[in-house]
């Protein structure tokens, strides 16, 4: 159990960081595009660099349209933020003294209900705005996949708790 403990506060600390880059990235952006602050319009005002704060070196390169703005930039930097805060408050979990808790199946809840339900939504809406490369699908499957293994463990956690609160009356 302690290396699982070990492995789990690792995992967590990785995912906060990997979700706090993405987040910040983009409200970076998403303030940067919408005030123009630190971007450089090249190739025929055909692509945007959006530079790092206080600078002239280049953070990201992107097209320069609105719908690979919002649905090929912007929104995967969003949903991949809160995918990574998820699953940084999910491997949390898995260090806490008591395991089975209501906290915790509600934790391994939210993430299955977000790898389910929103991945492909999000894509099959961007399909009607920008093309989607057929790797987008095979993360979408994963997600899915991910989700499916989350809600098998949300169900053993619940009967956990179920099989503590029995034990607990009996004793």
């Not at 930039?73 to 699953?87: D, E, Q, S």
């Not at 499957?141 to 708790?161: D, M, Q, T, V």
Request: one cysteine or more; aromatic letters at 22%.
């Amino acid at each position: 159990m302690k290396q699982t403990k070990i492995i789990s506060i690792i995992l967590h600390y990785i995912c906060y960081s990997i979700a706090a880059i993405y987040l910040v990235s983009f409200v970076f952006s998403t303030f940067s595009l919408l005030t123009e602050y630190g971007i450089e319009p090249y190739k025929d005002n055909q692509r945007l660099h959006l530079n790092y704060p206080f600078t002239n070196e280049a953070l990201f390169n992107i097209e320069n349209n609105l719908p690979y703005i919002i649905f090929s930039f912007l929104l995967p930097l969003l949903v991949y933020g809160i995918f990574f805060l998820l699953a940084a408050r999910l491997f949390k979990v898995f260090f806490q003294p008591k395991l089975f808790t209501l906290k915790n199946v509600s934790e391994l809840k939210r993430f299955y209900l977000f790898n389910i339900f929103v991945p492909l939504p999000i894509v099959i809406f961007s399909s009607f705005f920008v093309v989607i490369e057929s790797f987008i699908w095979a993360l979408v499957f994963i997600h899915f996949i991910l989700g499916i293994f989350s809600l098998f463990f949300a169900n053993i956690f619940k009967r956990g708790l179920q099989l503590q609160d029995e034990q607990d009356l009996y004793i």
